[in-house]
């Protein structure tokens, strides 16, 4: 078996990553399994900074989600 | 059958709007095909020393520093030294887009033209256009080299060594490059593969940085330090209170935390007006980036009275506002808004505008008369007030929660 790693992934907002168990196959080169798995690698706590906040500054905070 | 009648020009600009501004430098359209993602190692033909090279990584960040960036059009009439000479494309070390292919050519000096001309963007995961271990590893390979500018965006969390926010997965182990800072090995983790990993055989060693971790790597060799944005600049939200992550500034962790000494330079804003980092980048190359006289007491850009950030410690934005003279306003955003009888809408303060912070949080951003969102025709740009938004003070390190809540009058006195 062998893998492939993608991280991160260009031309998108928001550091996405793949890693993906690939197969040989004797017609196609290879072949994905069924575990390929993607990942996000950025967390803020959005929902614990919105806390005690008047509700409406929720509506400039989440602008920058 | 139809075609489609467009200049090459005109193509161009298209693939910038696509925010596929570097990827074009991979591209025969223009002579930088191998000044990015060249491959593992540094192209030779690659004009070193006549582009700035720009590294661009970004933390806990929301995209719109990137946005905001890739929408840039430069005015040929800004009164502002560096970014008049930018506009008028005098800044230009090698072949200039517009000589080369003046049919489609509109005279505007835009993003593209900086990106092309003036820096070579070499690593930036939301523009470039190579991914995985080709970007990662051409960015790896330059490093020991130095001399480039870190541009920085999006907040740094520290907590759990970083593991909130993970950058990038490096082959290699970046632990033996000569210029890896001690300090930075807590925040990565070099690992060893079990099977085959992206054509190399089991046992191969790989690096998984976090943005704690590729700050201080990739600050160790560089030039200048470009914090971009509230967060990298403050903390900004990422950072407000009830936050989990620990996340700090670039200033904070890489010159307070950790002691680099590094020249850091703060382009705040939330998002930060475009003109403003190509300022700062622009001055970087011409030369006239004298830290010492034209950096604030925050670590900002602060020139002439007609450019960034005012020197004048008494100025606040709030003075050029065209809706001063109804000070202070309504009590609500609605009889604030724009009407016959007041053409430019009444003063917001009332309803929470920021733009007249009490010294030293002086709002000193140049937003009412530098303005965003560049239309060729400049008069046409439109600002927060201008849209009957109060100013959250998004410059200042003590946005978001010294200036919240939002919709409120401020902690200030008129």
Redo the contacts between chains.
């Keep these: 078996?062998?893998?492939?790693?993608?991280?991160?992934?260009?031309?998108?907002?928001?550091?996405l990553?793949?890693e993906a168990?690939i197969t040989p196959a004797e017609s196609n080169g290879f072949r994905l399994n069924p575990n390929a798995q993607c990942r996000g690698?950025?967390?803020?706590?959005f929902e614990?900074?919105?806390?005690?906040?008047?509700p409406?500054?929720a509506m400039?905070?989440t602008?920058?989600? | 059958m139809f075609s489609i009648k467009i200049t090459r020009r005109q193509f161009l600009k298209w693939l910038t709007a696509s925010a596929a501004a570097v990827g074009m430098s991979q591209t025969d359209l223009l002579k930088l095909q191998n000044a990015f993602a060249a491959g593992p190692t540094p192209d030779p033909t690659m004009p070193a020393g006549t582009l700035a090279r720009v590294i661009w990584i970004t933390g806990q960040d929301c995209g719109g520093c990137a946005t905001t960036l890739l929408n840039y059009l430069g005015n040929p009439a800004d009164e502002d030294a560096v970014l008049g000479a930018v506009a008028q494309g005098a800044v230009t070390p090698i072949d200039d887009i517009e000589t080369l292919y003046p049919l489609g050519g509109d005279g505007h000096v835009d993003i593209a033209e900086v990106v092309l001309e003036i820096v070579s963007i070499e690593w930036a995961y939301i523009v470039m256009a190579g991914s995985g271990d080709v970007s990662n590893a051409y960015l790896a390979s330059i490093v020991e080299a130095g001399g480039y500018v870190l541009m920085m965006d999006g907040a740094i969390p520290i907590n759990n060594h970083g593991k909130y926010c993970k950058i990038m997965d490096v082959p290699g182990d970046l632990t033996a490059q000569a210029s890896w800072p001690a300090v930075a090995t807590p925040y990565v983790n070099v690992y060893t593969t079990t099977d085959t990993t992206n054509g190399v055989a089991a046992g191969q060693k790989r690096t998984e940085v976090t943005m704690a971790g590729g700050a201080l790597w990739l600050a160790n060799n560089a030039a200048a330090v470009v914090c971009m944005g509230t967060c990298n600049s403050y903390g900004g939200v990422p950072a407000a209170k009830g936050a989990v992550t620990g996340a700090k500034s670039g200033w904070e962790w890489i010159n307070q935390i950790n002691g680099m000494h590094k020249t850091i330079v703060n382009v705040p804003g939330c998002a930060p007006n475009p003109d403003w980092f190509i300022h700062t980048v622009a001055s970087f190359i011409l030369g006239t980036l004298n830290l010492d006289q034209t950096l604030d007491h925050k670590g900002r850009p602060k020139l002439t009275s007609t450019a960034i950030y005012h020197v004048d410690q008494t100025y606040s934005f709030c003075l050029d506002c065209p809706r001063r003279p109804s000070m202070p306003g309504p009590t609500t955003l609605l009889a604030a808004q724009k009407s016959a009888a007041h053409p430019n809408g009444q003063c917001l303060f009332q309803v929470g505008c920021n733009g007249k912070l009490n010294a030293p949080q002086n709002n000193r951003a140049d937003c009412p008369t530098r303005k965003w969102n560049p239309f060729e025709d400049h008069s046409k740009n439109n600002w927060c007030v201008g849209n009957n938004m109060p100013c959250q003070g998004c410059t200042d390190p003590g946005f978001p929660d010294y200036t919240s809540p939002f919709y409120k009058q401020p902690k200030t006195s008129v």
């Design positions: 078996m062998a893998k492939i790693i993608i991280d991160p992934v260009n031309r998108m907002e928001g550091h990553g793949i168990d690698n950025m967390y803020r706590g614990q900074l919105l806390k005690k906040r008047d409406r500054d400039v905070i602008q920058r989600h």
